[in-house]
């Protein structure tokens, strides 16, 4: 498989050089929960990290489950949840690979997509549409790293640059249902920025 390997993840949280960590809950979270958008269901949250989006869901009633490429990352995740007295179900998982046993009703990407090499986006997507219900809904932040005049600066990563016109060509219509622009833009400490959307399934067309 293309991209960094299990190893290169475990490192980062071994030697704590995870800065697209924001150190607490993401603000659009916050921001969707506050005006009802997101209200308490069954939620998966790939590419969970130190959790700080799965603590809070947990703790305002929704039923998470939460996965991660790197052990590291899930035993920080599980320690954590024991210390706050919360539950959520944390696996280590490829999502590449991994099936879900049942569907969600909510799915939090926020930052697995763009820690995936870029050749493996089309295969993840998919999954997200396979893992959601035919009701249900992908709360999607697409990362926004690429600097202006910068040439090929999408395969720069981990994280990836997420263009939204690939991620066009990555969701679908034929499969998703897209908002209509603009969307709206969240500033990250590093001084990046994400896209968020909300996307839905359609049934349009047929999944490979």
Known sequence: MSGPTLEFWNERYRSHTTGWDRGGVHPQLLRCLASGELQPCRILVPGCGAGHEVLHLAAAGFEVTALDYAQ??????RHRLRGHG???????ADVRQWDAPQAFDVIWEQTCLCALYPDDWAL???????WLQPQGRLFALFMQTAKPGAEEGWIQGPPYHCDILAMRAVFPSTLWQWPKPPYPRVPHPGGSAELALVLAPSRIGAMD
């Not at 919360?86 to 280590?92: F, G, P, S």
């Not at 993840?124 to 396979?130: D, F, K, N, S, T």
């Open 124 to 130: 993840y997507a998919r999954r997200l549409h396979r």
């Open 86 to 92: 919360l539950q959520a179900e944390v696996l280590q």
């Open 72 to 77: 590291q990352a899930v035993d920080l995740l």
